[in-house]
């Protein structure tokens, strides 16, 4: 539960409405002693023997010399009491109904603001789990995984809310509740009360037991549930290749096994649940049993109680233990948030880039990168990866000077992509320095350095919204004519205007209803938009018909006129006019060059080309 408490701390930015709505419950609290009070003063005064007028009760009351001499003078108060015994007990019985509507409106004031403040939290904490999946590292090794990272975002988060809104609302009301009545109790008999109160650390330790198994059983419940949904995900993704393969029984078994142990975690915790709040009840009640019992033996045996008092003793410690129910289940509650809590942790612990975007304003946390203009190094790099046993990267050495256009080639494993990741600081090496026009890439602010890069990448990515919006993905400021001018550069312009709404066409999931070819371009339009120094292609042709490939080779020598690009190629056709083309084997450059001087002296690039090469 530690992890729930230090969650629940979020709670703290909002003192103003925790102050208010402590108040309210007070209030509330207040409220239900003096209705208490005044019912116990009407029905003892009214219904005795000699019955007394409520003028004269208020009037000794109002004339005591036991009153607080800071109390002003309200003896002009008697002027509106009736001086009749039932006029006085019709006055007393109504004047409870403004003391309930005061009441009423507290309690819901207190439990408005409680929600509020809980929903507040959680809303915050989603913020600094997504801040945390955005901003985490490349190369950290994934053992949440997507899936779980979404279960946890969104499931876990509002099981917490849950927790937040019943510690603010039910356990405040509940247990103010519990004590004003157990006050009445003991001011009424203590002796009497003392008996009932060795109930409680009975009900204590049973409501901890069966936290413990709802917990438990919660925990695993989420992990499951983080399963399912990642079962549903995978096979949602490509139902067609589910279709094709006859595994649409698989699929059904696998995702009906998970939902199985889902349900089964979750009747465990039922269990638990079901019977807190029955055996917390039975233990209150043989508590109340016990007082009752020796209530009795007091009136009837030694007469040391009068009946009347023993009467109200008893409602009173009856209303209570109606209060430690709703406790029992509040318990559960929490002990299910604490599972939950312990999931979002786990996210919020995670490490994030070095220098995210919003997360440093100091400008000690590194230099503004110049654009660049003169040249990308690699010096003796060297990089692994977590938890692997080889180097990915043996140390390499690199001088790529500004505007040329750099093809990356090699077999798969060579170290490709990792040495590109480690432009734009996706990762960063193990050893060795990337310099950029001299400057070393640890020592500048990450904003500053992926403000000059754009990457398009072997699979076109899209996001939701129109196709304005994702040419302009992060620059929503851009006016409409320079994306217009990107289309129309990237060779997208003419099959954007004849789609029905044009730019402002909004695509469906992925880009779903667009060809490949279509979608690759306003990748590439996004591309131009960003007017990079540095531009790193994943082969952005290798999935696409010859048409598309043709279109997008042109919008791509357009592209990488006055900028440095970096090409990882997995077809070499597309790297045969780069130069240098730089040939990486084991995680070390084995040679760099033109094409033809490739072909005369590199045995790797000679199999390459020829196991490749087939246009």
């Known amino acids: 539960m530690k992890e729930f408490w230090t969650l629940a701390c979020e709670m703290g930015r909002y003192r103003g409405l925790l102050v208010i709505a402590l108040g309210a419950a007070l209030l509330d609290a ?14 003892s005064k009214t219904f005795a023997d000699d019955p007394v007028p409520m003028y004269d009760v208020v009037r000794d009351l109002l004339t005591s010399p036991d009153l607080p001499a800071w109390l002003p003078d309200l003896t002009g108060l008697l002027a509106w009491m009736p001086a009749g015994v039932y006029p006085g007990f019709a ?3 109504i004047m409870v109904i403004p003391l309930t509507l005061f009441g009423s409106t507290m309690r819901f004031t207190h439990t408005a603001l409680s929600y509020t403040v809980g929903l507040r939290a959680v809303m915050r904490i989603r913020q600094r789990a997504y801040f945390r999946m955005l901003h985490v590292p490349a190369d950290l090794p994934d053992d949440i995984g997507a899936a779980d990272r979404l279960s946890r975002l969104m499931s876990d988060t509002s099981r917490l809310g849950r ?16 004590v004003v009545f157990l006050a009445w109790a003991l001011i009424i008999d203590w002796k009497l009360s003392g008996i009932f109160l060795l109930a409680m650390p009975v009900v204590g330790v049973a409501m901890r037991k069966f936290g413990k198994k709802v917990r438990k059983a919660s925990r695993h419940s989420l992990r499951q549930h983080a399963q399912m949904i990642q079962a549903a995900q995978e096979s949602m993704q490509s139902p067609a290749v589910v279709r094709v393969h006859g595994a649409e029984g698989y699929e059904r078994r696998r995702f009906n096994a998970i939902n199985r142990a ?26 109340l049993i016990g007082v009752s019992l020796l209530a009795g033996w007091y009136v009837f045996g030694q007469q040391s109680a009068t009946p009347a008092d023993v009467m109200w003793v008893l409602v009173a410690l009856g209303l209570a233990g109606g209060s430690v129910k709703p406790m029992a289940n509040l318990n559960n509650d929490l002990q ?7 999931r979002v942790m786990e996210i919020l612990n995670t490490p994030v880039e070095a220098n995210p975007r919003g997360a440093f304003k100091n400008p000690d946390n590194g230099a503004l990168l110049p654009r660049h203009i003169d040249s990308i190094v690699f010096e003796q790099v060297v990089y692994r990866y977590p938890n692997a046993n080889d180097n990915a990267l043996r140390g390499v050495d690199l001088n790529l000077p500004f505007g040329c256009s750099a093809a990356i080639v090699g077999t798969n494993g060579s170290g490709k992509s990792t040495l590109l990741n480690l432009v734009p600081r996706l990762t960063q090496p193990t050893g060795g320095r990337v310099l950029i026009d001299g400057v070393d890439l640890a020592t500048v602010r990450l904003r500053s350095l992926r403000d000059q890069i754009a990457m398009v990448t072997q699979q076109a990515v899209l996001f939701e919204g129109t196709i304005a919006d994702n040419i302009a993905y992060g620059r929503r400021e851009t006016p409409r004519d320079e994306v217009v001018a990107a289309a129309k550069a990237a060779f997208a312009h003419a099959f954007i205007t004849r789609l029905p709404e044009g730019y402002d066409t909004r695509l469906g999931e992925a880009g779903s209803g667009l060809s490949g070819g279509q979608k690759q371009r306003l990748c590439i339009a996004r591309a131009v938009l960003r007017q990079p120094a540095i531009l790193i292609m994943d082969e952005a042709t290798s999935q696409i018909d010859a048409e598309s490939e043709s279109l997008i080779a042109q919008a791509v020598r357009t592209l990488q006129k006055g900028r440095t690009t970096l090409t990882i190629a997995h077809r070499l056709s597309t790297v045969v006019d780069c130069n240098p083309i730089v040939v990486m084997s084991d995680g070390r450059v084995v040679d760099q060059g033109s094409h033809t001087e490739l072909l005369e002296r590199c045995e790797i690039y000679k199999t390459l080309v020829s196991n490749q090469l087939t246009k």
């Open 30 to 43: 207040a409220t239900a002693f003096a209705g208490f009070g005044l019912l116990r003063v009407v029905v």
């Open 262 to 287: 889902v349900f089964n975690q979750e009747m465990k915790a039922r269990t638990a649940r079901a019977l807190s709040s029955p055996v917390v009840e039975l233990i209150a009640l043989v508590g």
């Open 336 to 342: 299910d948030s604490g599972a939950a809590a312990r």
């Open 163 to 178: 927790g937040f809104s019943a510690i603010m609302g039910r356990a405040v009301r509940d247990s103010m509740m519990g």
């Open 91 to 93: 006055l007393a019985l």
